[in-house]
């Protein structure tokens, strides 16, 4: 009888990065990163490694490949033109990673995939989508770009290089048919399983952007709440299985793209090795026997095969059916935390949940606007509609709830800034949140790499827990409430659903000239400031954001 052995909530990144990097210091024979981004410049907060001489993330798999251990990195790739930056920024880290580990005795222990997700656009797609692409190439470098311009671009760009090969199809350095494939869909996990015992997982990709501590200390727009979770006991051994079916899966696709681009370069990884397959143990099935308080839990997809296809084929929806599962259980208050709440069949959940139990309340709290939206005044089409998705979401639920749902936002104890016009509520500047929570009735939680939007739900492949745990669950949610309500939290309320939700409402609903030495970091969800900005975009897949 498998049995998990703790699970512990990590808060922000100031709690969370310390203990990653004390799971890997304390290594024996194996580490398994799958991260989004994974900068190996990113400075080391813990004690242990301050202690080992240890400045950065390079310096600390260095230090593990010296001792002998085993080190594989999932990084995830992305379309060269729809991703560009991220793209560029990911090899980047690859070719870094490379060069902390070169000339050590036990350099082949380390390995590292740039993983592409195989889903693309089909043949008509990709004509339809063409002259937005070649808007995004335009973007990459504006004007009349000239091939010899274009090829040092694609220089830092790898997978912009094949389309500058032959001169002649091209004008002013970009290509005018055929249509170049596009990659939609990305691997958005984040998580690390060391000795196949001890797994780290969450919202948190590892570099500076994403660092961030409870009182958000830095600048607005360089917050960045975000939660994570260590488990250990089986559960890391059914992650540990997942990778080795990712790895195997995009070693072969990977290691193809290198000869494309003329491997062995210096300035990219060298070619990887499938890992020895474990049991096939992720099937979309109900959560495990009682004696398994957690469980891991995936989103995954394959190329659809449509000439039409504007994005690849779910093949497991494990995440998406955990949080059904949890709405149709919960009895007393669900609580949510998610960048994004575009899903609308999970809205529905939530609708047909509330209308069966008129005692059950919500709250949800969400960014006060995109990041993008917020810090960068974006206004393209895809941020455009993908607010129109999250209204709609929460009208959906709002009208059913009515007054027994509650939606709010991150802010700080900061004045606005005047940056644009979406980076403050209420006269505060807001805390930007990128965490991935899901409570029911103090009891239940999900934690996951994964929004609430159907990308996250049916595109991307995605990664998280179920936890099932009455007394360590009620402690982690204290934990995020006491962290996002400070001196308006009272722990009392904490067990009486009703007293639970008023104390959030009046903790938004402070009188600014009677506020507390630690007053509250929440207020209310600016929804008709979201509302104004939303536009339903006809081209744009409701998948896609």
Request: aromatic share 10%; charged share 25%; glycine share 6%.
């Amino acid at each position: 009888m498998r049995r998990d052995q703790g699970t512990t909530g990590l808060i922000t990144a100031s709690s969370a990065y310390p203990v990653l990097e004390e799971l890997i210091l304390s290594s024996r024979s194996e580490v398994l990163l799958a991260f989004r981004i994974f900068d190996p410049q990113t400075r080391l907060r813990s004690g242990g490694a301050r202690s080992a001489g240890l400045a950065t993330w390079a310096h600390l798999i260095r230090r593990q490949i010296d001792e002998g251990i085993v080190v594989r990195l999932l990084l995830a790739d992305f379309d060269s033109i729809a991703g560009n930056t991220l793209h560029k920024i990911n090899w980047q880290s690859l070719a870094g990673f490379r060069a902390a580990v070169s000339g050590s005795s036990h350099e082949s222990n380390f390995s590292s995939v740039a993983a592409l997700h195989e889903a693309e656009f089909g043949p008509i797609a990709r004509i339809v989508f063409w002259p937005l692409a070649r808007m995004r190439l335009k973007r990459i470098e504006p004007g009349n770009a000239g091939l010899k311009k274009a090829e040092r671009i694609a220089e830092d760009t790898p997978g912009l290089r094949s389309y500058f090969r032959t001169a002649q199809r091209w004008f002013d350095g970009f290509p005018l048919w055929p249509p170049p494939r596009m990659w939609p869909a990305t691997y958005h996990q984040k998580y690390a399983v060391i000795d196949g015992h001890h797994l780290f997982i969450g919202g948190l990709d590892i570099n500076e952007r994403r660092f961030d501590d409870p009182d958000h200390s830095r600048p607005s727009d360089e917050t960045w709440h975000d939660v994570s979770v260590k488990a250990d006991g089986f559960i890391a051994e059914d992650a540990r299985q997942f990778f080795i079916q990712n790895w195997n899966r995009e070693v072969p696709r990977f290691n193809s793209r290198l000869t494309g681009l003329g491997a062995p370069q210096p300035d990219l990884p060298a070619t990887a090795a499938p890992m020895p397959a474990g049991p096939r143990v992720h099937r979309d099935e109900p959560a495990g026997t009682s004696s398994e308080t957690t469980r891991f839990i995936v989103t995954r997809s394959r190329r659809s095969r449509s000439p039409f296809a504007f994005g690849p084929r779910p093949e497991l929806k494990q995440i998406e059916r955990a949080h059904e599962r949890m709405f149709g259980r919960a009895r007393n208050l669900i609580y949510l935390e998610t960048q994004f709440f575009r899903s609308r069949p999970l809205a529905k959940q939530l609708a047909g949940a509330g209308k069966s139990n008129p005692q059950l309340r919500l709250i949800i709290l969400l960014p006060a606007a995109p990041d993008d939206v917020a810090f960068d005044a974006n206004k393209s089409a895809d941020a455009r509609h993908g607010e129109y998705l999250q209204v709609r979401a929460l009208e959906i639920v709002r009208q059913t709830y009515g007054a027994r749902a509650a939606f709010y936002c991150l802010v700080k104890d900061t004045p606005k800034q005047e940056r644009t016009e979406r980076d403050a509520v209420d006269g505060r500047a807001i805390a930007y949140l990128h965490s991935k929570v899901a409570i029911a009735d103090s009891k239940t939680a999900i934690v996951s790499s994964a929004n609430l939007n159907g990308r996250s739900m049916r595109w991307d492949t995605e990664a998280g827990l179920e936890w099932r745990n009455a007394l360590d669950v009620s402690r982690f949610q204290n934990d995020i409430w006491q962290a996002h309500l400070r001196d308006g939290f009272d722990a009392s309320a904490t067990d009486d659903p009703e007293a639970a939700f008023e104390m959030w409402s009046d903790a938004a609903h402070q009188d600014e000239h009677c506020r507390p030495e630690r007053p509250p970091q929440i207020a209310i969800y600016p929804l008709e400031s979201a509302r104004r900005f939303g536009k339903r975009i006809w081209y744009v897949p409701d998948n896609l954001v």
